[in-house]
């Protein structure tokens, strides 16, 4: 039972403007939400972070949003980056240490 | 510093073997993870050990998975009499506590093919 959901598999977008993943969420236990990147060959590296206290989080050109009622969380790339072209995770977890993952968003920038 | 370091990179192995996968966390992290992520999908969690215990043991699909860390630092998840369904990659993280509030670092993983 997935209980992250990434619903969209890939987003493309233009170098220099904003890029959108949305992720949602059916536990409503979960208190703290990671987003992790990943480029081909290599493991999953830490992006940015929100606690369940907080609704924004910025580090950055990314910006995290969470809407607790929606269970829905999104994380925005202003201005995208060629760079930036790789799998998003979004994940999940109550107040431990197992993370609940979505199945990634493939973003490719065009130049 | 050296992050976390998984071996070998690629395993290919016949149904029915028997299979080691290595990893080497990060210098004086003392919570270890073991994830399986297949092909279109994201990993899911398998164990968890905080020092050489295992804490959550939770994820494992059967008995014919089995993981170790005896001396608090190197881990080998180990499968047994392997099946094609048990092809994914194998992902390592380790973290400085076991909270999902700490971040945790992933190796670049475990390829493993079960022809």
């Known amino acids: 039972d997935q209980q992250v959901k990434q619903n969209s598999p890939s987003l493309s977008v233009q170098e220099g403007r904003i890029s959108i993943l949305n992720c949602d969420y059916t536990n409503s236990m979960f208190d703290y939400f990671l987003w992790y990147k990943k480029y081909p060959a290599e493991g999953p590296t830490f992006l940015i972070s929100i606690s369940s206290i907080k609704d924004k989080n910025e580090d950055g050109r990314f910006t995290v949003f969470l809407n607790k009622s929606a269970k829905h969380l999104s994380l925005h790339i202003v201005p995208s980056q060629p760079g930036d072209s790789a799998v998003y995770f979004c994940a999940a977890s109550v107040s431990d240490y197992k993370l609940s993952f979505g199945a990634g968003t493939t973003v490719t920038v065009r130049a | 510093g050296a992050g976390v370091s998984q071996t070998p990179s690629n395993k290919v192995t016949e149904k029915g073997k028997y299979v080691e996968l290595r990893c080497d966390p990060i210098s004086g992290h003392t919570a270890l993870y073991w994830y399986r992520q297949s092909l279109g999908q994201g990993p899911e969690f398998l164990i968890y050990f905080q020092g050489t215990g295992a804490a959550d043991d939770s994820g494992l699909p059967n008995d014919r998975f089995f993981a170790v860390r005896p001396e608090g630092s190197v881990s080998t998840l180990k499968i047994q009499r392997t099946e094609r369904g048990d092809s994914a990659v194998y992902l390592c993280?380790?973290?400085?506590?076991?909270?999902?509030?700490?971040?945790?670092?992933f190796g670049p993983g475990t390829r493993l093919t079960v022809l």
């Open positions: 993280a380790s973290s400085l506590r076991e909270t999902g509030r700490n971040e945790q670092f």
